[in-house]
């Protein structure tokens, strides 16, 4: 969860992976301007205030002292910088790189005269537990405390943003580098760890230069400096300084084992094959194409159908029609041919649901409108003309014409844990936490955020919809991150296991919420010491109860700075055992489990 006032995510360096689309397309993309001036000096006093969309006044009470370069504590490195890319260079470029850094050095001296919005202070993003770490061979034979169930015999990965490089201007936690965590558990209570980072072409690249050279989707790439970042690096781009034909995404925020493959995603990007080695170590195979089937982004949160197996996906473009498709996967990993969803405008979809024989497509008010960076905004808005609504369309099908629009104002649903049908009444059920103010994530607002988690009824038949909180306002709490039991995944399902992210932006616990009831049974993880998305594992497919299995969850002490795993047990949420982690683990994102034969099935 991000250190500021603002709802994490998944997040994304959406811009990046479209700029270069983008520009190859400039004329045909109309800006509303015949021609753009980006004035480098001083702003005015008007665009030196943010504003919310949510509101018409500025909002935003920025520290008086200039943004400074921040000084992360994070633990020795042992990265090293290759200089070997550089050493290629012909004078041309050697001569353009100078040019181009320069100009790079006088836009940061720039934006430093300047404070930052939280949302783009890395002294706020990514300080405390949010700061990076080094990677970590793996270290075996951690000492355990209490009994591991005998069935957790695998692997539990988790992903999450974790910055190579300290970062010269702004900076939000989605734009790290992507760093997989891994707990491999084998049996009598013999468990080690290893953290490395996605080996992304957008990482190498910049361990070859040894500085970040891409820009920043959420921390740097708004307004008019934003501008001239994306033509700087497209600069260095045109004189072979950097390859951004292979992607640009950062792969930091879901993972998903599939077909044999651990998959590390981010919006931005095809997803990165990474192997879980006998050892406990993770190895980046590489971006990963299902045998040259996908050719676009793929969203962070696919899902896998527990009784077909099958894995379904969406795409989206903030450039180009058709802003949003849908795919699927055969459990072979055969791609079906692309569906195009009817968008009138480019939309944040960063996730949504499937059901037995549907899948769950929100189309909600945050949207992409890349001209506002030209007039000094951020090119995520909250359009407050637009109407929030879900498009329910057959898995099979084969293009959108019978998708059925059901709408759903004021709605915006960063994360779907679940969906159903109801055939009675012609509903399909839609569980999500609700987040306002919708735009958070790019746009602080002084405005509390609240995430709350509610029941949206789809009707079928009469196309209309109605929206309840699950919870009662007296226990009303912050819910985001979390899942519930993978085999009931588009069944109806009665617990749900989410973060409870208070105070907020940290987690202090989780919650089991009774989905019928609203009943709520928590597990704090003490004083000072959070934790991250919950990981629910079942005990078995076939088991009578829904929820016979374990809670997997990374907790971190602020007043030791330790961290540890632990394991709860889900039916009475009391920890079964703890594992003492060799190193500090930085809050993340979203994670998966992996059987031991599955881990040995890998591709």
């Known amino acids: 969860m991000p250190p500021s006032s603002t709802i994490p995510g998944n997040s994304s360096s959406w811009a990046t992976a479209q700029i270069p689309e983008l520009l190859s397309r400039s004329s045909q993309i109309d800006l509303g301007f015949p021609v753009i001036t980006i004035p480098l000096g001083k702003p005015t006093t008007r665009g030196s205030k943010i504003y919310c969309a949510v509101q018409t006044s500025p909002l935003i009470r920025f520290p008086k002292n200039p943004h400074q370069a921040p000084v992360i504590t994070r633990e020795d490195s042992t990265n090293t910088i290759d200089h070997t890319k550089t050493s290629r260079w012909n004078f041309l470029q050697k001569a353009a790189a100078v040019v181009l850094d320069a100009a790079e050095n006088a ?79 084998s049996g009598n209570n013999s468990v080690s760890y290893a953290c490395r980072f996605t080996e992304t072409h957008r990482l190498v690249q910049e361990r070859e230069l040894g500085r970040a050279v891409f820009p920043k989707a959420i921390g740097e790439l708004h307004g008019h400096s934003g501008v001239v970042r994306l033509l700087l690096f497209y600069a260095r781009g045109l004189f072979g300084l950097v390859d951004h034909s292979h992607g640009t995404g950062v792969a930091n925020a879901g993972l998903i084992y599939f077909n044999g493959r651990l998959l590390a995603m981010s919006e931005d990007d095809l997803p990165y094959q990474v192997r879980l080695t006998l050892t406990g170590d993770l190895v980046t195979v590489g971006r990963y194409d299902f045998n040259k089937q996908l050719r676009s982004t793929m969203i962070a949160h696919p899902k896998v159908d527990p009784d077909t197996r099958e894995l379904f996906a969406l795409s989206y473009d903030v450039v180009k029609k058709p802003y949003l498709k849908y795919f699927k996967f055969s459990p072979d990993g055969t791609k079906s041919p692309d569906v195009e969803i009817p968008l009138d405008v480019p939309t944040m979809v960063h996730d949504f649901a499937i059901t037995q024989n549907y899948v769950v497509i929100p189309d909600q008010q945050v949207v992409f409108k890349l001209q506002e960076m030209i007039r000094g905004g951020s090119p995520v808005i909250y359009d407050k003309n637009k109407t929030s609504r879900f498009g329910v369309l057959r898995k099979d099908a084969r293009n959108a014409t019978d998708i059925i629009w059901v709408e759903s104002p004021d709605t915006f649903c960063f994360h779907l844990w679940n ?97 019928s009831t609203g009943k709520v049974k928590r597990y704090v993880y003490g004083d000072e010491r959070y934790g991250g998305e919950p990981y629910f594992v079942p005990r078995s497919a076939d088991s009578e109860k829904e929820d016979d299995g374990y809670i997997l969850a990374f907790v971190h002490d602020e007043k030791t700075w330790k961290s540890e795993f632990q394991i709860i047990n889900a039916m009475n949420l009391e920890l079964e055992a703890s594992v003492e982690l060799p190193s500090r683990v930085p809050y993340g994102f979203h994670g998966t489990f992996i059987n031991s034969k599955d881990l040995e099935m890998q591709a």
């Open 419 to 515: 969906a159903w049908e109801e055939p009675e009444s012609d509903e399909v059920v839609v569980i999500g936490s609700c987040m306002t103010p919708p735009d958070s994530i790019f746009n602080e607002c002084d405005e509390n955020l609240k995430s709350v988690l509610s029941e949206i009824r789809l009707n079928l038949r009469t196309g209309e919809s109605s929206s309840r909180p699950i919870i009662q306002n007296s226990e009303q709490v912050n819910l985001e991150a979390g899942m519930v039991n993978k085999y009931k995944l588009g069944r109806k399902t009665q617990f749900a296991y989410l973060a409870v992210a208070e105070p907020w932006p940290k987690v202090s616990g989780f919650a089991k919420v009774d989905l």
């Open 107 to 185: 836009l940061v001296s720039l934006e430093r005269r300047h404070p930052l919005p939280k949302t783009a202070d890395p002294r706020v993003q990514i300080a405390g537990n949010f700061a990076p770490v080094a990677e970590q061979p793996v270290q075996a034979s951690l000492p355990v405390t209490g009994k591991i169930p005998y069935f957790i015999h695998g692997a539990y990965v988790r992903n999450g943003a974790n910055p190579m490089f300290d970062p010269a201007g702004g900076h939000h936690l989605f734009d790290g580098d992507g760093m997989v965590h891994a707990i491999t558990i």
